[in-house]
């Protein structure tokens, strides 16, 4: 069953807008979630991260919100640009010494431009 | 400075046989992990090596998959009789250390065909 759910596979949007991506979790102990980009053919690029004891952190164009109660984050990218076109994994390290990583199955991004 | 690398890119191999995925960390970076990642699928893990700690094994989904970490550096994972529910992507990452807040740095993978 799955840990980490990434809903939408997919994902486009105009440049310039913003583009939201959502991921769910399962288990409430899980405290440090991040998200990763991926282009093709490459490696997952790490993007930005969130600890449970925040709701919200911003780096430039991305913020990543948690809702520890829905059990629910969200990757903001305002504005999106055509070179954001990538798929977007949502991953957590679980709630206890392990540091392995779980992750969602990704939502691939389009920016039109 | 460089990154994590692996080899081969690309592997196609016949159901049965066995192979080899290699993985050279970042210098200096002490944790190494193991995921693979099937179409349409997020990445599973499979294994993780720190230091000179028993690797957590946990991941690997039968006895056909091993891996060694050798000198706490480069990094093989080996399949044995290889089916073709293991055609996947096989990504290796490296950090600093097994540590919660340690970013984990993926390298390009292997694409690893079985026919």
């Known amino acids: 069953d799955q840990q980490v759910k990434q809903n939408s596979p997919s994902l486009s949007v105009q440049e310039g807008r913003i583009s939201i991506l959502n991921c769910d979790y399962t288990?409430?102990?899980?405290?440090?979630f991040l998200w990763y980009k991926k282009y093709p053919a490459e490696g997952p690029t790490f993007l930005i991260s969130?600890?449970?004891?925040?709701d919200k952190n911003e780096d430039g164009r991305f913020t990543v919100f948690l809702n520890k109660s829905a059990k629910h984050l969200s990757l903001h990218i305002v504005p999106s640009q055509p070179g954001d076109s990538a798929v977007y994994f949502c991953?957590?390290?679980?709630?206890?010494?392990?540091?392995?990583?779980?992750f969602g199955k990704g939502t691939k991004l389009s920016v039109k431009p | 400075g460089a990154g994590v690398s692996q080899s081969p890119s690309n592997k196609v191999t016949e159901k049965g046989k066995d192979v080899e995925l290699r993985c050279d960390p970042i210098?200096?970076?002490?944790?190494l992990y193991w995921y693979r990642q099937s179409l349409g699928q997020g990445l599973e893990f499979l294994i993780y090596?720190?230091?000179?700690?028993?690797?957590?094994k946990s991941g690997l989904p039968s006895d056909r998959f091993s891996a060694e970490r050798t000198g706490g550096s480069v990094s093989t994972l080996t399949i044995q009789r290889t089916q073709q529910e293991d055609s996947a992507v096989y990504l290796c990452?490296?950090?600093?250390?097994?540590?919660?807040?340690?970013?984990?740095?993926f390298g390009p993978g292997t694409r690893l065909t079985v026919l």
């Open positions: 991953a957590t390290t679980g709630g206890g010494s392990q540091g392995n990583l779980i």
């Open positions: 990452a490296s950090s600093l250390a097994v540590r919660v807040y340690n970013e984990q740095f």
């Open positions: 288990n409430s102990m899980f405290d440090y």
């Open positions: 090596f720190q230091g000179n700690s028993a690797p957590d």
């Open positions: 210098s200096g970076h002490t944790a």
């Open positions: 969130i600890s449970s004891i925040k």
